[in-house]
């Protein structure tokens, strides 16, 4: 039996705040390859949760206080190779602002028909899936 070689390095819990028919996105200082547009994310600390990393994120990058509404799926992100969780998070508190300022470079909440303009290579299905439903109903 063969064992197949992962990646050693901690997951990434990105988080999917909607939020007045938008979604909110963050723009790197640094790119991770391709990715320049993202959700609010970075490593699972050791011990923690996804969903928990996830509303820590948030907190961190955009100075959001959120809460975990559900958790939307996983993959071996194509572009980066890193395990990334998405979980889908209702706004509780704060304006959205560049906290981060080391990390971020800006943000902006994007609606649906806007999306492929931030992310042009498509999202994960089951995160298009839930904003498809929460963004267009």
């Known amino acids: 039996m063969t064992q197949q070689k992962t990646d050693e390095r901690p997951g990434i819990a990105a988080a999917i705040v909607v939020h007045g028919g938008r979604v909110l996105m963050v723009r790197r200082r640094v790119r991770e390859g391709q990715l320049s547009w993202q959700f609010p994310a970075g490593e699972v600390e050791p011990g923690e949760e996804r969903e928990d990393a996830a509303v820590r994120e948030t907190q961190e990058e955009a ?70 439903a929460a963004l267009l109903s």
């Open 63 to 132: 100075g959001l206080t959120v809460a975990a509404v559900k958790l939307l799926g996983e993959r071996v992100h194509p572009k980066t190779g890193r395990l990334m969780s998405y979980t889908a998070c209702e706004m509780l508190d704060g304006t959205a602002h560049v906290a981060d300022t080391e990390e971020l470079a800006e943000l902006a909440w994007v609606a649906h028909e806007e999306i492929p303009q931030y992310v042009p290579y498509g999202l994960f299905e089951p995160v298009q899936q839930y904003l498809d």
